[in-house]
């Protein structure tokens, strides 16, 4: 009956840790790549042009504008919609917002009709862009932590798309 070295046994133990730790680096860096690809807007580029708020964003790789801003001086992740009437809020995260649920309303989703919530948000911001009493809906169904910036917060404000990219002027 042999008896293994102990250093073998260290070895094979820091062989298994070394490949552990290697693959949770390499989970980590990719990671943190593909966040970039989905949201190529954590720091949202922005700036003020004399009285006007200006703010360029980067398209996704699935070809949208996803951005990071805030919601009553919360983070949070956007996606513009324009093709969405409100401010369309997961109704979880409208909890985690402390936004009130007002009187229920049928909104029609990508799924179908739904019933959602009304509510109003005090203050949005993207960027140097910044709206006041923004009217909203609360969707119960809607699953996710991105926000549907719809017309209700757009439809003050003025676009350019060239390349890849939109500007958004208030």
């Known amino acids: 009956m042999s008896r293994s070295d102990p250093t073998q046994r260290i070895g094979k133990w820091f062989s298994w840790f070394a490949w552990i730790a290697l693959l949770f680096i390499l989970y980590w860096w990719f990671g943190g790549i593909l966040d970039g690809q989905q949201n190529p807007n954590q720091q949202v580029e922005s ?39 409100q401010v369309a809020i ?11 649920r007002g009187a229920p309303v049928m909104v029609m989703t990508a799924n179908g009709r739904a019933r959602a919530y009304t509510t109003s948000i005090d203050q949005l911001r993207l960027g140097e862009i910044e709206l006041q009493n923004v009217s909203a809906t609360l969707v119960p169904g809607y699953e996710g932590s991105q926000i549907l910036l719809g017309m209700s917060a757009l439809k003050t404000l003025e676009f350019t798309q060239r390349n890849h990219e939109l500007t958004i002027t208030q």
């Open 90 to 100: 997961p109704a979880s995260l409208g909890q985690e917002l402390n936004l009130q």
């Open 47 to 85: 700036y003020r042009d004399g009285e006007r708020a200006v703010v360029t964003l980067q398209q996704n790789r699935s070809g949208h504008y996803v951005a990071n801003g805030e919601i009553n001086g919360r983070g949070v992740t956007f996606m513009l919609d324009t093709g969405a009437t």
